[in-house]
């Protein structure tokens, strides 16, 4: 009991430490927001005609991307929704950079009633370690 009154600090911050891993190995699947690896976007892309979407910045977006996908940085996300209206009945797959920026475009695009949303794991950097096609 000594130890714990003389060390409150050090263990409440392994308990909020341990809770926010947990949090990011399980926060999407609690929000609902399915993953795809970069093998299944692929799978997704060439049997279902999945629509990419990369919510990166678009001198980000210039670097290099997936063929064919649709360039909607997040922070213009809101006003040109409109724009992905058209795919609303094909998977989408959502990505950036690393995958956080995409995590919250995916949770704006199910609030939207967009069925079949997908965050791509890892984002970019996934990708490519994966040496995946890249369009520059």
């Not at 990369?54 to 006003?79: C, M, Q, Y």
């Amino acid at each position: 009991m000594l130890f714990v009154e003389g060390n409150i600090m050090l263990i409440g911050t392994a308990i909020i430490s341990g809770l926010m891993l947990l949090w990011s190995f399980f926060g999407n699947r609690i929000r609902g927001i399915k993953e795809a690896s970069c093998v299944e976007a692929l799978q997704l892309i060439n049997r279902k005609n999945a629509v990419v979407l990369d919510v990166r910045e678009e001198s980000e977006f210039k670097t290099g991307h997936i063929l064919n996908a649709k360039n909607i940085p997040l922070d213009s996300l809101k006003e040109r929704i409109g724009e992905l209206e058209r795919y609303r009945n094909q998977p989408i797959i959502v990505m950036c950079r690393s995958g956080s920026r995409s995590s919250m475009a995916c949770g704006r695009l199910s609030k939207q009633g967009f069925p079949d949303v997908y965050l791509l794991s890892g984002g970019m950097m996934a990708w490519q370690k994966s040496t995946m096609p890249l369009k520059k």
